[in-house]
């Protein structure tokens, strides 16, 4: 065959996010709604404020392939719902003004992409850290949020999702009574599968991304304290057992990926100060995480990330 004739895999370096973003959380007593852009080489920038409705217990995902979505949240750190609305960032990292809530306003639910170029929101609480729920709310590669779709799965908050195989997702962790060690397997159309138990240490609080192009991690969280360890997903959707001793043990950071195949950790709360953290771990093509990078925006917690642009 010609070398000119052809016809390579959609997902090339071309078709991967080789950016990623940061945005919203809190500090103490306030919420925010600055943003960080990830470079394709891992390196944090400078805050961009002013960035939609201030908040936290957010969460995101990328979706139509070089997009991303940031939805949910609480205006009030956390006693209650104060917004359901999504913010769209477009592939140059330009996050949108509010879209009004389609579906049940929520916080601490989780997001992933699924299909290729479509994205899934599900489980979260309603309010007060009470009506927990496992609906989800599909979204579509144009980044129109559905109606709610009914629960499969234990309901859940401060759960962490991420895709592998490129085209399926899985849900894991969450708090339900305690911290949960379950898991939930997402169909490239979308359906979200029954739970699978015992996977790694229960906890809550963590994040999650897909790193490797077709693989994914679960990484930080909360306990019986908080966490340092890590928990490889194979691209079968398999969790491996628990690795430990990744960076400063934190809860409520954010992950995206970055460089086509790369990802990064950052941000979090030290449970044993309070502290709102800056610090950020890279993740390598094949999931080894790095020591602690300080410095990088303002340190926050409860916030979300994903991955956009085709562009270096």
Known sequence: MPINSFIYPANTLSQVTQKGIFAYGSQSLTTYSVSNIVSSSGVIASDVTGVGTARNYTYATS????????????????????????????????????????????????????????????????????GIVS??????????????????????????????????????????????????????????????TGVGTARYGGAATSYGEDKAIFGFGYGSGDLSLTNLVSNSGVV???????????????????GGDKAIFAYGSD????????????????????SDVTGVGTGRSYLAAAGFSYSA
């Open 240 to 258: 491996a057992s628990d690795t430990t001793g990744v960076g400063t043990a934190r809860n409520a950071p954010a992950a995206s990926t970055y």
């Open 135 to 196: 609906t989800s709310n599909l979204i579509s590669n144009s980044g129109v949020v559905s109606s709610d779709v009914a629960g499969v799965g234990t309901a859940r908050y401060l759960l962490s999702a991420a895709s592998y195989d490129e085209d399926k997702a899985i849900m894991a962790y969450g708090y339900a009574g305690g911290a949960q060690n379950m898991s939930n397997l997402v169909s490239d159309s979308g359906v979200v599968a029954s739970d699978t």
């Open 271 to 290: 449970g044993s100060t309070g502290a709102d953290l800056n610090y950020s771990n890279l993740v390598s093509n094949s999931g080894v995480v790095a």
């Open 63 to 130: 979706y139509g392939g070089d997009k991303a979505i940031f939805g949910g949240g609480s205006v009030n750190l956390g006693t209650s719902v104060g917004t359901g609305v999504t913010n769209l960032v477009s592939n140059s990292g330009v996050v949108s003004s509010d879209v009004t809530a389609v579906g049940t306003a929520k916080m601490g639910a989780a997001g992933a992409g699924y299909g290729g170029d479509k994205a899934i929101f599900a489980f979260g609480t309603s309010s007060n850290w009470a």
